[in-house]
C-alpha cells in the first residue's frame, strides 16, 4: 500500500499495526524503515511525464524507488533484532476495537471510519506542502538560499556539476515536489545528473514527509531513528541504482551528445 499510495501510508498502516497491537515495536520500526515510499502516480504521472516529459524516466525512477525500498527492507531486517517487545505491553486507545470484524451490520460504521481517516491524512498532506511552500518561500525571499548556493558552488564546481542543482537539492529536502520541479527545469546536456537528484529526492522524500511521519507515530512508542536511517539510505541507494541502469543500459541513456 506504501508503493501505491504513496507517502505517507505506509506510514500510517504500520503505525496502525502497533496501535492495534498486531505488530511489536520492533517489528513497526523495521516496516516504517522501508514502507513510506512515492506511489506510481506521482513518479511516473508527475515526475516522468509532467516534469521531464518522458514516461520511460518516470518508469525508471519508480523501478529504481522499489529496488532500493526492497534493499533497505532486507537491510533493516537486522533492527534489533536481538531485542523483543510483547505485543501485551501496549495499551491504546484502539484496544476497544482491535477484534472488531467486518459484517453488514457495521460495514457502514467501517466505511465511515475510513472516509473520515482518508479525508485526514489528504488535509494533512495538503497542509504541510502549503506550509514548506512558505518555507520556502522565506528561504527565498530573505537570501538564505542564495547563501547556500554561494557555499556549495565550489564543491559543486570541483565535482564537475552544474551550481544551478543546488538551489532544487536544497529546495528538495524540504519538499520534494518543488524540489524535483526545479531539478527537472535545469538544461544541461547530461540530463543523467538530473534523473540522479530526482532518484535521490524521491527515496528520502525531504522533511515535509518526514513531519508527516513523526505526526502520525507520536501517539506510539515508535522511533524515528530507524525512518530516518532508511530514508537517507533509500535516498542513496535509489540514485546510485539510477546511474547504474543508465550506464548499464544505453537505451535509457537521455545525455545530449
Same mark, same amino acid.
Given at each position: ?142 537570501? +538564505? /538560499?542564495?547563501?547556500?548556493? @554561494? *557555499?556549495? !558552488?565550489?564543491?559543486? &564546481?570541483?565535482?564537475? %556539476?552544474?551550481?544551478? #542543482? ?9 519538499? +520534494? /515536489?518543488?524540489?524535483?520541479? @526545479? *531539478?527537472? !527545469?535545469?538544461?544541461? &546536456?547530461?540530463?543523467? %545528473?538530473?534523473?540522479? #537528484? ?15 511521519? @513523526? ?43
Amino acid at each position: 500500500m506504501g508503493l501505491i499510495s504513496g507517502y505517507p501510508v505506509g506510514a500510517k498502516i504500520a503505525t496502525n499495526f502497533r496501535k492495534n497491537n498486531i505488530c511489536s515495536k520492533e517489528e513497526c520500526e523495521r516496516l516504517l524503515s522501508f514502507t513510506n515510499n512515492s506511489g506510481p502516480l506521482f513518479i511516473i504521472g508527475t515526475v516522468g511525464i509532467s516534469m521531464f516529459g518522458n514516461s520511460t524516466i518516470g518508469i525508471l525512477l519508480f523501478v529504481t524507488h522499489l529496488l532500493a525500498s526492497i534493499c533497505v527492507g532486507m537491510i533493516f531486517r537486522f533492527w534489533k533484532y536481538k531485542k523483543k517487545t510483547y505485543l501485551t505491553n501496549v495499551t491504546t486507545s484502539f484496544d476497544d476495537n482491535k477484534n472488531k470484524n467486518v459484517s453488514i451490520n457495521n460495514l457502514g460504521e467501517v466505511i465511515s471510519e475510513s472516509i473520515t481517516s482518508s479525508i485526514s491524512t489528504i488535509l494533512m498532506i495538503g497542509g504541510f506542502i502549503v506550509v514548506f511552500s512558505a518555507v520556502i518561500s522565506i528561504l527565498n525571499a530573505s537570501g +538564505i /538560499t542564495k547563501v547556500v548556493v @554561494l *557555499i556549495l !558552488s565550489p564543491f559543486f &564546481k570541483m565535482l564537475n %556539476i552544474d551550481t544551478s #542543482f543546488i538551489n532544487g537539492l536544497f529546495t528538495g529536502l524540504f519538499e +520534494i /515536489t518543488n524540489g524535483i520541479n @526545479l *531539478i527537472s !527545469s535545469v538544461h544541461v &546536456k547530461s540530463i543523467s %545528473i538530473n534523473i540522479v #537528484f530526482t532518484a535521490f529526492l524521491l527515496g528520502f522524500g525531504g522533511i515535509s514527509v518526514l513531519l508527516q511521519v @513523526l505526526s502520525i507515530i507520536s501517539k506510539t512508542d515508535l522511533s524515528a531513528k530507524p525512518y530516518i536511517i532508511g530514508k537517507l539510505l533509500h535516498g542513496c541507494l535509489s540514485a546510485f541504482y539510477t546511474y547504474i541502469f543508465m550506464n548499464v543500459f544505453p537505451f535509457i541513456n537521455f545525455d545530449l551528445h
